[in-house]
């Protein structure tokens, strides 16, 4: 059995490609994008309060110019951010987001605005009360207006390092083993370094059959699971 | 095959592939003293490969940095390739002069119903509060009622404007906020399936009304109408629109026809971004006029009425005409 992405205990969306690929997308959560949200609305904030002391000094004009940017941070400010090449506002990339269509391509023009103004249904009854209340019970994390523009704010994909090689000798493995088998002993190979010694040996010993060690467990055996991942992976 | 051999035999390519989303998307390499020969044909080419290895990759279970690596070079070429751009000079023309137009012709029920549910409220409360002024109380307090009098009295230097604002800059930058929010809430009301475009519009209108009825009650329709006579001519068209715009999309969750309800959805509100451009710049024409012309007291009323009058047969003729022969 191949996992897709629907069948992992995870919040994945997939889209598929042209290609016939499917990309795996990551949404963000409340969390995320509330604190994305705080500092978008900081930055505003700083800016409206920089300008009012410019321009009270100026007067008149100064004023009106103030007026006609405090409209603009409030509704051309994620706009113009969002169509960036980043597709994210300063507090989004702060926090590794990205604003995108459902189908993993850049935001459109047109989906961008329409996300953006239907802000106002999401505000709701108060304080953005139905945009949290879809976040949460929606899989994919949408706001209303994420769900009528079609878009969704994903985490950016972070770089994984290389896996790194052990210093184990390879063992073969003690039966053939199952794709899924196969995989779930590189992961643990792959996830050795974060795992303390003592767990490391509690999930080797989960293993131990593929090298043949059924029922015992301890540094040893643990040595040799991680040579079936050497050894799977082609070290021979 | 094993994971390892599988990375060595296609490493060169993906690194290739590497180097040249890192190239155009202009981030930072390591080796930056590698120039990187772009080619769009060689990119598509070593996109689909990867994708290929993507594949095989999933489904032999391979270790995860090697998916991860591959779904990160398929993610980011598969933005740059199928990427749409919408926006240049020829776009925004071609938008003015035809498919804003057209779309406001081809949504014509929903205009109509818009229409009908902002104005019906404005004309009732109007001769309600001109009938019996005292009801004004009920929209607005007594301070309120007042500082409106304040604004349109006829001996004020510039009409509509509040006694805070020195400019009629700054009533540019109020209006523009003011009129927009209004506008935008018509829309955003829509998601409620219209109810809620279908009460701001009922609100606005019935405020509105209420405004005209008092002042004019007040004995100060002079000033009060040569001052709103032209900018609404843009305002109230481009507040039916967001209205129609809103109702369109509560008409599409409420009768999706063959398509999903989600999928009906995102389909209006695709489509109705068109109206939401348009009805921007008119918001935004609107609050100049209000600003600089509509409050000028040195203008002599004739002169606003005749603007006026034009205005008012350009709006409708330009939603009416324009756009006809080339739209098909």
Not at chain 2, 75 to 89: C, K, N, P, S
């Given at each position: 059995m191949i996992l897709g992405p629907s069948d992992v205990l995870d919040t994945v969306v997939a889209a598929e490609t042209p290609e016939g690929i499917l990309l795996e997308l990551r949404p963000a959560g409340l969390t995320a994008r509330f604190y994305a949200f705080g500092l978008d609305w900081t930055i505003r904030l700083m800016i409206i309060y920089a300008a009012a002391m410019v321009t009270t000094v100026i007067g008149g004009i100064g004023v009106a110019f103030w007026l006609v940017l405090v409209f603009g941070l409030e509704w051309l400010y994620p706009i113009a951010f969002e169509l960036s090449p980043s597709g994210a506002t300063p507090g989004k990339r702060v926090f590794g987001l990205r604003v995108v269509m459902d189908n993993g391509l850049p935001v459109t023009a047109a989906a961008s605005v329409a996300r953006n103004l239907l802000r106002v249904a999401d505000f709701l009854p108060f304080g953005y009360g139905f945009a949290i209340v879809s976040m949460l019970l929606r899989r994919d994390c949408k706001r209303l207006g994420d769900i009528a523009a079609a878009t969704i704010v994903l985490h950016q994909p972070r770089a994984t390092s290389r896996m790194p090689l052990h210093t184990v000798v390879p063992v073969s493995p003690a039966r053939p083993l199952a794709p899924e088998d196969q995989a779930a002993i590189i992961a643990l190979a792959a996830r050795a370094p974060g795992l303390t010694a003592g767990r490391l040996d509690e999930l080797a010993a989960l293993a131990a059959a593929a090298s043949g060690d059924v029922g015992r467990s301890g540094p040893a055996v643990t040595r040799r699971v991680l040579g079936v991942a050497e050894w799977l992976l082609g070290r021979r | 095959m094993t994971p390892l051999g599988f990375e060595q035999m296609y490493q060169k390519e993906w690194a290739e592939l590497e180097g040249l989303l890192d190239h155009v998307l202009g981030r930072k390499t390591g080796d930056s003293a590698h120039r990187v020969e772009m080619s769009g044909a060689r990119l598509a080419a070593l996109y689909r490969r990867a994708c290929e290895h993507l594949a095989l990759a999933r489904g032999?279970?391979?270790?995860?940095?090697?998916?991860?690596?591959?779904?990160?070079?398929?993610?980011?070429?598969?933005?740059?390739?199928?990427?749409?751009?919408?926006?240049?000079?020829?776009?925004?023309?071609?938008?003015?002069?035809?498919?804003?137009?057209?779309?406001?012709?081809?949504?014509?029920?929903?205009?109509?119903?818009?229409?009908?549910?902002?104005?019906?409220?404005?004309?009732?409360?109007?001769?309600?509060?001109?009938?019996?002024?005292?009801?004004?109380?009920?929209?607005?307090?007594?301070?309120?009622?007042?500082?409106?009098?304040?604004?349109?009295?006829?001996?004020?230097?510039?009409?509509?404007?509040?006694?805070?604002?020195?400019?009629?800059?700054?009533?540019?930058?109020?209006?523009?906020?003011?009129?927009?929010?209004?506008?935008?809430?018509?829309?955003?009301?829509?998601?409620?399936?219209?109810?809620?475009?279908?009460?701001?519009?009922?609100?606005?209108?019935?405020?509105?009304?209420?405004?005209?009825?008092?002042?004019?009650?007040?004995?100060?329709?002079?000033?009060?109408?040569?001052?709103?006579?032209?900018?609404?001519?843009?305002?109230?068209?481009?507040?039916?629109?967001?209205?129609?715009?809103?109702?369109?999309?509560?008409?599409?969750?409420?009768?999706?026809?063959?398509?999903?309800?989600?999928?009906?959805?995102?389909?209006?509100?695709?489509?109705?971004?068109?109206?939401?451009?348009?009805?921007?710049?008119?918001?935004?024409?609107?609050?100049?006029?209000?600003?600089?012309?509509?409050?000028?007291?040195?203008?002599?009323?004739?002169?606003?009425?005749?603007?006026?009058?034009?205005?008012?047969?350009?709006?409708?003729?330009?939603?009416?005409?324009?756009?006809r022969r080339r739209a098909g």
């Amino acid at each position: 059995m191949i996992l897709g992405p629907s069948d992992v205990l995870d919040t994945v969306v997939a889209a598929e490609t042209p290609e016939g690929i499917l990309l795996e997308l990551r949404p963000a959560g409340l969390t995320a994008r509330f604190y994305a949200f705080g500092l978008d609305w900081t930055i505003r904030l700083m800016i409206i309060y920089a300008a009012a002391m410019v321009t009270t000094v100026i007067g008149g004009i100064g004023v009106a110019f103030w007026l006609v940017l405090v409209f603009g941070l409030e509704w051309l400010y994620p706009i113009a951010f969002e169509l960036s090449p980043s597709g994210a506002t300063p507090g989004k990339r702060v926090f590794g987001l990205r604003v995108v269509m459902d189908n993993g391509l850049p935001v459109t023009a047109a989906a961008s605005v329409a996300r953006n103004l239907l802000r106002v249904a999401d505000f709701l009854p108060f304080g953005y009360g139905f945009a949290i209340v879809s976040m949460l019970l929606r899989r994919d994390c949408k706001r209303l207006g994420d769900i009528a523009a079609a878009t969704i704010v994903l985490h950016q994909p972070r770089a994984t390092s290389r896996m790194p090689l052990h210093t184990v000798v390879p063992v073969s493995p003690a039966r053939p083993l199952a794709p899924e088998d196969q995989a779930a002993i590189i992961a643990l190979a792959a996830r050795a370094p974060g795992l303390t010694a003592g767990r490391l040996d509690e999930l080797a010993a989960l293993a131990a059959a593929a090298s043949g060690d059924v029922g015992r467990s301890g540094p040893a055996v643990t040595r040799r699971v991680l040579g079936v991942a050497e050894w799977l992976l082609g070290r021979r | 095959m094993t994971p390892l051999g599988f990375e060595q035999m296609y490493q060169k390519e993906w690194a290739e592939l590497e180097g040249l989303l890192d190239h155009v998307l202009g981030r930072k390499t390591g080796d930056s003293a590698h120039r990187v020969e772009m080619s769009g044909a060689r990119l598509a080419a070593l996109y689909r490969r990867a994708c290929e290895h993507l594949a095989l990759a999933r489904g032999r279970s391979y270790p995860s940095y090697i998916i991860d690596r591959l779904e990160r070079m398929t993610a980011d070429a598969h933005q740059l390739i199928y990427h749409r751009r919408e926006f240049g000079v020829a776009r925004v023309r071609h938008m003015m002069a035809v498919e804003f137009p057209s779309a406001v012709r081809a949504q014509w029920r929903y205009v109509a119903v818009a229409a009908a549910a902002f104005l019906l409220p404005t004309v009732l409360i109007a001769f309600l509060v001109y009938w019996r002024p005292e009801l004004i109380l009920s929209v607005v307090n007594s301070e309120t009622a007042a500082s409106f009098e304040d604004m349109y009295s006829p001996v004020v230097d510039s009409i509509g404007r509040t006694r805070a604002a020195t400019t009629d800059w700054i009533m540019f930058g109020f209006y523009i906020r003011n009129n927009v929010s209004v506008a935008f809430q018509c829309f955003a009301g829509g998601l409620f399936a219209g109810v809620g475009t279908l009460f701001f519009l009922a609100y606005n209108g019935a405020f509105s009304g209420a405004l005209a009825g008092y002042l004019t009650e007040r004995g100060l329709s002079p000033t009060f109408y040569q001052f709103v006579a032209t900018h609404s001519a843009f305002e109230l068209t481009a507040i039916v629109l967001s209205g129609a715009a809103g109702l369109r999309i509560g008409h599409a969750m409420l009768a999706p026809g063959r398509l999903t309800r989600l999928q009906s959805l995102v389909d209006a509100t695709r489509e109705s971004a068109i109206l939401l451009y348009g009805l921007t710049a008119m918001l935004v024409i609107a609050a100049a006029i209000e600003a600089f012309w509509s409050s000028a007291t040195w203008l002599p009323p004739a002169a606003k009425y005749v603007v006026a009058a034009a205005c008012w047969i350009a709006v409708p003729g330009y939603f009416a005409f324009q756009g006809r022969r080339r739209a098909g």
